[in-house]
């Protein structure tokens, strides 16, 4: 076996981490994130949220099975970089047709192999998400780090527009035609609109820039927010999108960036996390049923209510917004993260998770069967005075 090209690994705070190159030949940069899960490589190098991040797996041994035609979660690798520490000789999946180091090559994604993945994991822990250079072409690992500092931050972030469709497109409804949904498309995952499609749902997806007008010119029952990367805070276009819906008592539905979209509307705020969470093994605790979801992640951002702070308990109440009540819906048990929201007064629900399960455990998929039975009660409960303004909650609305 010829012997790999030296690579180095250099983190912001100077922490240096010696490998081989995997994949393509070159440099890059990014935030350093890790991911837990020990499945779904594909469904994670091709997830757009994961765009201008460098991926760390935690998994000792990645590319096992190769890769196929079926698993991307878009149509490409949005990873900036990867880092393995175990990758496999030879990719071994009835369902393969490649191999995963030269998928990486062929879309020039920079990697590095051989990394003690254990203790970059640790050390991101330890000191939070930082930012990050790979390089198989720079030796000195002084001259990369003054380029990783120079490199962008995940924090103020503005990225939907990067990785957002460029024309609508349509994903039909299998079977009976029951509903039409908008998917506002901040960088959207495959299984979402196919999820829907099993529940009779056509879904139209629009791009990031597009207007509420635009949404419901399609016939749309429903809105949902899709998944996608960057910092929430810097999107006021979905923000003031989402606010109108909620006016027009429009059903809304919103996953992950989605969810914090729909929380800022609602009136909260949102904050980075240390080194967030990815992975497929994260337990949330439902609360309208009690019961513990075995649940997929991938967000560094998240949903800020009242009354909690790092770490604490997030209370079991009713908070008041311009739209109505709002309940925190779900919570995560590792470390009391708000994982869902849930309006009392108008149709709408968030969860800051990935029920479409691309990969990683089904547990949450009854939450895509919510919004619909949220889009039938919304059709049985129509009043006559469509579009009015909402006037619960605080007077500004």
């Not at 997830?47 to 460098?54: G, I, K, N, T």
């Not at 994991?121 to 002084?142: F, N, Y």
């Not at 009976?176 to 979402?192: C, S």
Request: glycine share 12%; charged share 20%.
């Amino acid at each position: 076996m010829a012997k790999r090209r030296p690579a180095i690994l250099v983190l912001e705070d100077g922490r240096t981490f010696p490998g081989e190159a995997y994949g393509s030949v070159g440099e890059t940069f990014g935030e350093a994130v890790f991911n837990t899960g020990m499945t779904g490589y594909q469904e994670t190098l091709t997830d757009p949220s994961y765009h201008r991040q460098v991926v760390v797996q935690t998994a000792p041994h990645i590319g096992n099975t190769g890769v196929n035609g079926e698993d991307d979660e878009s149509g490409r690798i949005w990873v900036a970089g990867y880092v393995v520490r175990d990758p496999a000789r030879i990719g071994s999946n009835w369902r393969a047709t490649g191999g995963l180091e030269d998928r990486l090559a062929t879309e020039g994604v920079v990697g590095i192999s051989g990394v003690d993945t254990r203790a970059l994991t640790r050390h991101l822990r330890e000191r939070g998400a930082m930012r990050v250079g790979i390089s198989s072409v720079e030796k000195d690992p002084q001259s990369l780090l003054a380029r990783v500092r120079q490199a962008p931050q995940m924090t103020g972030a503005d990225l939907s527009a990067e990785v957002t469709t460029a024309e609508p497109y349509v994903v039909e409804a299998l079977g009976e035609h029951r509903f039409t949904v908008a998917a506002l498309d901040l960088g959207i995952k495959r299984n979402v609109p196919r999820r829907l499609a099993t529940r009779g749902v056509t879904t139209h997806v629009l791009p990031a820039s597009s207007t509420i007008e635009q949404l419901l010119a399609t016939g749309a029952d429903a809105i949902f927010l899709s998944p996608g990367p960057g910092d929430p805070a810097t999107a006021d276009g979905p923000v003031a999108l989402a606010r109108e819906a909620l006016r027009r008592e429009v059903p809304l539905f919103g996953i992950c960036f989605g969810s914090q979209i729909l929380g800022r509307a609602l009136g909260f705020g949102t904050y980075k996390l240390g080194y967030g969470h990815r992975g497929i093994n994260q337990p949330v605790l439902d609360r309208a049923t009690g019961k513990v979801e075995v649940t997929s992640h991938n967000h560094g951002f998240a949903v800020e209510v009242p009354g909690a702070g790092a770490g604490a308990v997030v209370p079991d109440q009713v908070i008041d917004t311009d739209f109505g009540g709002v309940r925190v819906s779900h919570v995560c048990l590792n470390d009391n993260v708000v994982e869902g929201l849930r309006a009392v007064d108008v149709p709408a629900f968030t969860v800051q998770y990935h029920p479409e399960a691309a990969a990683g455990p089904h547990d949450a998929d009854y939450l895509f069967d919510r919004f619909a039975e949220l889009i039938e009660g919304r059709a049985l409960d129509r009043r006559p005075s469509e579009g009015r303004t909402h006037s619960k909650g605080r007077s500004n609305a």
